[in-house]
């Protein structure tokens, strides 16, 4: 990675995308960093104002990388299956980068069995 001190990155939201944010246990709001271009900050709910740990959301979201660095990326019905879970149930949300992601693997999975 990299430091970056750009108008988006200085944004705890991302300027809004909240690509990089998690849903907080009180289900009404995200967590965001508190100080957005500080790596080890700690993270704070927008709605009820719980704050996290930052290495206990960076201990969370490295498992659920490891997760996927585990999947095929051709299997299109776990591809769908994780958007599911990961937009419903998990830390992450529908406008996380992690399920962005899954997102494009599937229509690259979907476009690869069209051929």
């Not at 944004?11 to 849903?23: A, F, K």
């Not at 009820?48 to 490891?66: D, M, Q, Y």
């Not at 406008?95 to 494009?104: E, K, R, T």
Request: aromatic share 6%; proline share 2%.
């Amino acid at each position: 990675y990299f430091d970056c001190r750009c108008v988006r990155c200085s944004d705890s939201s991302e300027m809004g995308t909240h690509m990089s944010s998690v849903r907080c246990v009180c289900t009404q709001g995200l967590a965001v960093k508190r100080e957005a271009l500080d790596w080890d900050s700690d993270w704070v709910c927008q709605a009820c104002h719980r704050t996290v740990p930052g290495k206990e959301i960076e201990k969370e979201g490295n498992l659920i990388e490891e997760e996927l660095a585990e999947i095929d990326m051709t299997d299109t019905d776990l591809l769908e299956e994780l958007i599911a879970v990961h937009c419903s149930l998990s830390l992450l949300h529908p406008s996380h980068y992690l399920v962005i992601d899954l997102m494009h693997s599937l229509v690259i999975a979907y476009s690869a069995k069209e051929r």
